[in-house]
Every structure is written in structure tokens, then in C-alpha cells.
T-cell receptor, first 109, second 118 residues
């Protein structure tokens, strides 16, 4: 079966750092994706990890540990525009993506 | 980057009518497209995988006779919600993946179609 867990909501302060965790138990694994989704809009791609370790891309970084079934998305120097939902997704067979429930991040001044 | 469009962006219809949603990959050919449904404050749920020139693959619990998928060309997939009811009101999103490259080639999502059934 597929099970992907992430916190439902998080709140952080502008300029701070926030880490959004994702744990997964899936029957197949072809990498882990993070997407950002603003309300009423389609998701936009943030990062992809298939090997263990940290991938850094500007203010956003993503980490993967395949043995632990664990990933996190790290957002630095938070800005108000970072308020959005962040979706963790696992790639499976047939190019399918299975999404977690999403984490709604609210950035406060 | 790759662009995927959807039409219409928003539709309001009466209960019992059918609604067609188009998904187009504008600058690449996609042999596979995916259709998702997203209810308010929930994540994306895969409904079906649309395969060009063959039948779609539906996820468990999704009625294939109610959600008709046609992938007639390498750049167009359509989802028809037949005899729509208020509980079908949702945000429908398609995605497509360029055929070249490995898993690092992410899926590109359309802007979504918001369906409201009265």
C-alpha cells in the first residue's frame, strides 16, 4: 500500500527557517518530489530527490533518507509569499505520483 | 519550461449535465497524462492515467463510466464528467510528463479546472 504522512499545518515567522517533514511507506520508489501549491492554483515543482542526501536550490533545500523513508523540505529566509501548501509526493511505477496530504504553511510578519 | 494548459478554467453546470475538460501539452508530446481531483483543503488524488491511443487506467474507486477519458493525440487528453452531481464539484488538475529523460523529468501540471455542480 501507499502511505505518505506530513503535518497538516505549520506556522512560521518571516525571515525564519522552517522544516517540513514527510515520511513514506510505499510499494515502489522512484524518487521523492516536493511541490508548492498556492490556493486555487496548480502545484509547481520544487525539488526531486532519488539518492540519499541534501539537494540545495536557493532558499529551498530537500533531504532524503531512503532507509528511513523520510524526507524534509527546508525553507530559509521565509517570505510572506511562501505561504502555501507544500506537497510531498513519491514516484512509483508507470510514472505515477502519489501525494501526501499536504502541509499548509502560514508565514506571519 | 514545459507548459500544460487546461480548458475551461472554471465551469458551473446544472446537476445531470456532462462537462468536458481539456488538457493540452503545448510544447511537448505526452504519451501519458494524469488526471487528479482535489477537494478543498485536501491533497491531490490520482483519478486515472490517460494513455495515448489506448484505454485509460483508473484508480480504485473511480468510476470509469462516469469519468470518461479520451487521449486522442499526443498533446490532448479530455476528461468528461458525465451526469455531474454536486458531490462531483472539485478542482480537477491534469499533468503531463515529457517523454525524454528519467524520473528527474517532473510532471508538469495544468492550471486546473474548478467545477461547481448546482
Amino acid at each position: 500500500g501507499q502511505n505518505i504522512d506530513q503535518p497538516t499545518e505549520m506556522t512560521a515567522t518571516e525571515g525564519a527557517i522552517v522544516q517540513i517533514n514527510c515520511t513514506y511507506q510505499t510499494s515502489g520508489f522512484n524518487g521523492l518530489f516536493w511541490y508548492q501549491q498556492h490556493a486555487g492554483e496548480a502545484p509547481t515543482f520544487l525539488s526531486y530527490n532519488v539518492l540519499d542526501g541534501l539537494e540545495e536550490k536557493g532558499r529551498f533545500s530537500s533531504f532524503l533518507s531512503r532507509s528511513k523513508g523520510y524526507s524534509y523540505l527546508l525553507l530559509k529566509e521565509l517570505q510572506m509569499k511562501d505561504s502555501a501548501s507544500y506537497l510531498c509526493a513519491v514516484g512509483g511505477a508507470g510514472n505515477m505520483l502519489t501525494f501526501g496530504g499536504g502541509t499548509r504553511l502560514m508565514v506571519k510578519p | 519550461g514545459a507548459v500544460v494548459s487546461q480548458h475551461p478554467s472554471r465551469v458551473i453546470c446544472k446537476s445531470g449535465t456532462s462537462v468536458k475538460i481539456e488538457c493540452r501539452s503545448l510544447d511537448f508530446q505526452a504519451t501519458t497524462m494524469f488526471w487528479y481531483r482535489q477537494f478543498p483543503k485536501q491533497s491531490l488524488m490520482l483519478m486515472a492515467t490517460s494513455n495515448e491511443g489506448s484505454k485509460a487506467t483508473y484508480e480504485q474507486g473511480v468510476e470509469k463510466d462516469k469519468f470518461l477519458i479520451n487521449h486522442a493525440s499526443l498533446t490532448l487528453s479530455t476528461l468528461t464528467v458525465t451526469s455531474a452531481h454536486p458531490e462531483d464539484s472539485s478542482f480537477y488538475i491534469c499533468s503531463a510528463r515529457p517523454p525524454t529523460g528519467g524520473w528527474q523529468e517532473t510532471q508538469y501540471f495544468g492550471p486546473g479546472t474548478r467545477l461547481l455542480v448546482l
